[in-house]
């Protein structure tokens, strides 16, 4: 049992390149989403999805796009980065249910864009 | 709307002294609360969660939370600190409710620091 997984874990982009961060859970999970971490910023949500087919924005979805086309898996996308996306991208899962299940984090990817 | 607020961003407690790390929150029905632990260069860690029942909340690594209804706060405690307690912590509410189901709002974060 993996947990949730995270691929790469850093990456430098230049402007106006596109990429894919990787993110896996072999929990079963209904629920995964998207966070960036900046100083001072807390964690924000870029994207959720509630189950295989179902995603949704969050605070902060502007370039970035999602899908979610297993359980298992649930890509974020960039597609022109810009310096402004510069972050720590954490990926987590849980149970989507009626009672309040933790959420389990990935190990993040550091993402410098130049 | 859910909201959850750390109005310090930063607690330095000496060795061995207790520690608080305090969280407001704001929310429309129930409130499901969690702290989670980020140590540097690492994911966040759950510590521990209020759902229902004892207003105290026993955690993990010696952590415990008082829910206090009244005054929509979840405050993080321990009693003796120790340096490896240094670590960023997050508080966060749960979203209950209909398709936003199981999201969740963090705060800021308090960094917190124990010195020998």
């Known amino acids: 049992n993996a947990g949730v997984t995270q691929t790469p874990k850093f990456q430098v982009l230049k402007t106006g390149q596109s990429m894919t961060l990787q993110c896996a859970q072999d929990m079963n999970h209904e629920y995964m989403s998207w966070y960036r971490q900046d100083p001072g910023m807390g964690l924000r949500l870029i994207h959720y999805s509630v189950g295989a087919g179902i995603t949704d924005q969050g605070e902060v979805p502007n370039g970035y796009n999602v899908s979610r086309s297993t359980t298992e898996d649930f890509p974020l996308r960039l597609l022109s980065a810009a310096p402004s996306q510069t972050s720590v991208y954490f990926c987590?899962?849980?149970?989507?249910?009626?009672?309040?299940?933790?959420?389990?984090f990935g190990p993040g990817t550091r993402l410098t864009v130049l | 709307a859910q909201s959850v607020a750390q109005p310090e961003d930063q607690v330095n407690v000496a060795e061995g002294n207790p520690l608080t790390v305090k969280c407001t929150y704001s929310?429309?029905?129930?409130?499901?609360l969690f702290w989670y632990v980020q140590y540097p260069n690492r994911g966040l860690q759950f510590l521990l969660k209020?759902?229902?029942?004892?207003?105290l909340v026993k955690g993990s690594y010696g952590f415990e939370a008082e829910f206090n209804k009244s005054q929509t706060s979840f405050h993080l405690k321990k009693p003796s600190a120790l340096v490896s307690d240094s670590a960023l912590y997050f508080c966060a509410v749960r979203d209950g409710r209909g398709s936003t189901l199981g999201r969740l709002y963090f705060g800021r974060g308090t960094q917190l620091t124990v010195w020998p």
């Open positions: 209020y759902i229902t029942g004892d207003n």
């Open positions: 929310v429309s029905g129930n409130p499901y």
């Open positions: 987590a899962s849980s149970l989507r249910n009626r009672a309040p299940d933790t959420q389990y």
